[in-house]
């Protein structure tokens, strides 16, 4: 019942710096899997390797059955959401989180897209904000609605990168209890990138701590606080 499989993966980079060394894990479906491990271990390697950002030098990437290195990167469904939120700043927020429904082959009618759109936003507790621009909205809301967007085409995976890293200590406990929730009620499998072992431990069903390019552990959190 493994929905993601990593098998063996490697990532060298032009310049020869062996990011990935071999790393193999999976993830069961639904459940929300934190990366951890130190800047530079190589974890935000491997969420782009997962997105088609980037090309493994070794190794697959199983998805439900299917080698995504066979799949093209827009073609993988999967949502992304960055540290820095990257939203559209000229545009507002309902039109920010209809953006991916409305290019590419699958495109929705406006009508469609619009309600679909403010399904996410309400879940995401940002419906209020429908008409305003990014830039007059706090880091808070700007991740909620970079999580809004991430939703709205039904990805198979989330894949989240420091997503609380810009937030203030208040605001990183309360949204990544959102999150949580949010990511049960939705039932959707989700890799969440961190630094902070706390944080790790707090939101995760499983930690995969990182070190150089490897793997180090792969347990529930319980163990890996008592063996760190
Ligand atoms: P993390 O997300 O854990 O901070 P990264 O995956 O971003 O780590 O980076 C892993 C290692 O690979 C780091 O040492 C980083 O400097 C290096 N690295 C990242 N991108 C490149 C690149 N384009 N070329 C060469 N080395 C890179
Ligand atoms: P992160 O916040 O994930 O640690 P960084 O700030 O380390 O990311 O890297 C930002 C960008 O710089 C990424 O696109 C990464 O691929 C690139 N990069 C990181 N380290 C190197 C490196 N040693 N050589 C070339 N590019 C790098």
Sequence with gaps: ?????????????????QAIKSVSFSV???????????????KTTTLNMIAGLLNP???????????MLDVEPKDRNIGYVFQNYALYPHMTVLQNVMFPMTVGKNKKSKAEAQKIAEHFMELTHIEDLADQKPGKLSGGQ??????????????????MDEPLSNLDARLRLKIREEIRSLVKEVGITTLFVTHDQEEALSIGDKIILFHEGVIQQDDSGQELYLNP
Excluded at 1 to 17: P, R, S
């Design 142 to 159: 700007q991740q909620r609605v970079a999580i809004a967007r991430a939703l709205v085409q039904e990805p198979q995976i989330l894949l």
């Design 1 to 17: 019942d493994n929905f993601i499989e990593v098998k063996q993966l490697e990532k060298t980079y032009e310049n020869g710096y």
């Design 57 to 67: 030098t070794g190794g697959d990437i199983i998805v439900n059955g299917k080698s």
């Design 28 to 42: 069961k479906k639904g459940d929300l899997v934190c990366l951890l491990g130190p800047s530079g271990c190589g």
